[in-house]
Every structure is written in structure tokens, then in C-alpha cells.
């Protein structure tokens, strides 16, 4: 206790080059945190989004925009595709079930989904209050939307055309709420589902001659679906078939780029401080050289100074660690609450990612062995030496 009392002396006699050490190691340890945090729970949310969706017909254009827009609901769509078109798809023998989507219109921000009742089935949704649609413009709204909104059963709400929330309202064409789904963990919970109907009857004045739909989802029936159907959708039809699977993961890889480059600064600023903690333990060591030549004339053991200057380092390290997770996660849930204000994927802060506790053993064992030649030096120190010196 002694030795901690004194370690906490000496760092507080040095408070800047205290507070630089630590808020070099705390950068690092936040920013990769941070990474650790987000990258962790997207790719979560990605996989949990499409696990249920094997192919996406939609129209054609960009494959990764039709999953964004189909799936993820997360971008405008391609294009709308025919509804007797994607009927042949549908009767597909490989085909296990197909739901289709019809797009266009949004809630706030949340976005306004035309479908049937196998989308439910699609993210194992069920009613918490309430009934499924029924008719024309009747609605069922998910967890966040009805919690955001303040939404109960037999509220009306009003679409507005397009995907942002500033578009033009449909006034004259409310919504009537008749269910609200229980949480999924999925896009089910941050969307307004009614049927395709509702859609077609909310823009009956510019349809089309034909009835059209924005994409079809897909299950397979079998796995040999998943080598012949895309293939032949793309080469015999007008339309694209796209994997929410391959599409993820190319994403991913995407933005893997980007999160590498900053975890590779990160470990950069996390060497700086390393070297930086060092130089500041062996520099103070050269300072209090005396002090601890008079500490050994007093009676303490080469053992006892060696480990004041290694609880001077390690309380630097901790120090460091801690400040970096509480900034690295406080960062990701301020993210959350910006994310969760535009109606988009939810991010908490309070949830920890599988690499962090790796990452603060690392950081903690690679401060230490930085700490261990001061405290080294410290050990083996000639306290006659230094005070004939003196």
C-alpha cells in the first residue's frame, strides 16, 4: 500500500506529463474500441437482417442497392419489376416461398413496406397487440416505430411519398394501425408493414397499366436453387437476382478497408504511448535516482523500488485502458443515439464486442514488459555509487 501511495505521489508531481501518457494510450485504445464496438454489432444486425432472405428479384441496376433497398432498407430501390413477371419466379418448384415487396412511401423515416403475410414469417415476427391487416389501408407497425412514434392500436398514420422523411404527404390516404409487433431484433422492428394493395391504392393515380411490385424475396427449397436460379434469372429475364448473402459480405469487405486504416493508426498511437511511457518512467527514474539511493539507505529492498516504478507504470496503463474503453464506448452510444434519431440501425455502447477483452490483455501486457527495464534499472541500482556522485 505504501509503494501505491508513493506511485500515486510521484505521477501526481507530473500531472501534464501524467495526463499526456494517458490520453495518448486512451486515443488508442478508444479508436479501436470504437471500431470493435460498431463493426461487431453491424455485422450482427447484417447477418441477422439477411439470414432469413436467400435471393432478391428485383430490378435491374446495382445488386448491392436492391439488398440495401429490399432488405436492409437502408437505400432507394432499383426500379419496380412487373407482377406477372415475377409470378414464373414464384412457381419456381426450387422456390420455397416468395414475398413480395412493394416500396415507395416512408413514415417519419421508417419506411412503409406493401407485402403479405410470409414477410412476418421471414424474421419469425409476431403480434404483441392487435391483428393482422386485412385490408386496404390497414397497417401493423414494428416495436420501434409504435415506441418512437408513441403508435397504439387504431392510431392513423400518413405516408409521405419517397424514402426521406421530408417528402410530400399522402393526407388524403391515412394508414389505420390494427397491429403492433413484438420486438425481432430485425428491420421488421423500424418498419410500418401493410399490404401490397395499400401501396398500389395510395398511388392509383400514377400507376402504371401494370400491376408492379419492387422485388420479390426469396427462399430456396432446396441448395441446388442457390447454383441454377440466380444464374438463369439473369440470363433469360429483364430482371436481376442478387444474394443478400455475397452482397453483406462484399459490404463488409468494403468497409473493412477503412476500419483497417484507422485500427492500424490506432496501434500506431498506441506504440507512440508505449514509447512515450518509457521514456517518461525511465527519465523520472534518472530524476529520482537520489530519492531512491536514499530509500535503499533506509532499508528498502532493490525488490521494493523496482516495484514502485513498475506501479507507476502499470497505474498509467490502467489508467490509459480504462479511459480508452469509457471513451471508445460512450462514443459508439452517442453514435447510437445519432443513428437512432434518423430512424436508422440501432448502435449501443453498452454492449461489449468478443476482441475487446484480447485487446486490453494486449495493451496491458505490452505497457508491462515496456515497464519492466526501468523497473529493471531501478532493481539493480547502486545506491552508494549515486550519493557519492551527488
Known amino acids: 500500500m505504501r509503494i501505491l501511495h508513493l506511485a500515486f505521489a510521484y505521477l501526481a508531481s507530473r500531472p501534464l506529463l ?72 414464384a412457381a419456381n418448384p426450387m422456390v420455397a416461398s416468395a414475398t413480395p415487396v412493394a416500396l415507395g412511401d ?64 399522402h393526407g388524403d390516404h391515412p394508414y389505420q394501425v390494427v397491429g403492433i409487433l413484438a420486438p425481432t431484433g430485425t428491420v421488421a422492428d423500424r ?44 440470363a433469360t429475364t429483364a430482371m436481376q437476382a442478387a444474394s443478400p448473402a455475397y452482397e453483406s459480405a462484399r459490404l463488409l469487405d468494403l468497409v473493412g478497408v477503412g476500419v483497417e486504416t484507422l485500427q492500424w493508426f490506432a496501434i500506431a498511437l498506441m506504440a507512440s504511448a508505449a514509447l512515450s511511457l518509457f521514456v517518461a518512467l525511465t527519465s523520472a527514474l534518472q530524476e529520482r535516482r537520489y530519492d531512491l539511493a536514499l530509500l535503499r539507505t533506509l532499508g528498502a ?27 471508445g464506448h460512450g462514443a459508439a452510444h452517442a453514435l447510437g443515439w445519432w443513428l437512432a434519431e434518423a430512424a436508422s440501425w440501432p448502435v449501443t455502447g453498452l454492449a461489449w464486442a468478443p476482441g475487446e477483452a484480447m485487446l486490453a490483455a494486449a495493451v496491458l501486457a505490452i505497457g508491462a514488459l515496456t515497464c519492466l527495464v526501468p523497473a529493471w534499472q531501478a532493481y539493480f541500482s547502486d545506491p552508494a555509487s549515486l550519493l557519492a556522485r551527488r
Open 18 to 89: 501524467t495526463a499526456l501518457n494517458v490520453a495518448m494510450l486512451a486515443l488508442g485504445v478508444a479508436t479501436i474500441s470504437f471500431l470493435l464496438v460498431v463493426t461487431h454489432q453491424a455485422e450482427e444486425r447484417l447477418t441477422r437482417d439477411a439470414r432469413s432472405v436467400d435471393l432478391v428479384v428485383g430490378a435491374k441496376g446495382s445488386p448491392l442497392q436492391l439488398i440495401l433497398s429490399t432488405v436492409f432498407h437502408a437505400d432507394v430501390p432499383t426500379g419496380n419489376i412487373g407482377l406477372e413477371e415475377s409470378r414464373p419466379i
Open 106 to 169: 416512408s413514415f417519419h423515416g421508417h419506411r412503409i413496406v406493401g407485402t403479405d403475410g410470409s414477410f412476418l414469417a421471414l424474421y419469425d415476427a409476431r403480434l404483441a397487440q392487435g391483428r393482422m391487416f386485412a385490408a386496404e389501408m390497414e397497417a401493423i407497425v414494428g416495436a420501434d416505430v409504435a415506441r418512437r412514434e408513441g403508435l397504439a392500436v387504431g392510431a392513423k398514420l400518413t405516408g409521405a411519398h419517397g424514402l426521406a422523411a421530408s417528402g410530400p404527404a
Open 191 to 234: 418498419l410500418v408493414i401493410t399490404s401490397v394493395e395499400s401501396v398500389w391504392h395510395v398511388h392509383a393515380e400514377h400507376a402504371p397499366a401494370r400491376p408492379e411490385i419492387t422485388a420479390l424475396l426469396l427462399r430456396y427449397r432446396t441448395p441446388l436453387a442457390a447454383a441454377m436460379l440466380p444464374r438463369a434469372i439473369n
Open 301 to 327: 529492498r532493490p525488490g521494493a523500488l523496482a516495484a514502485l516504478t513498475l506501479a507507476e507504470g502499470v497505474t498509467l496503463l490502467l489508467a490509459g485502458v480504462i479511459l480508452g474503453f469509457a471513451l
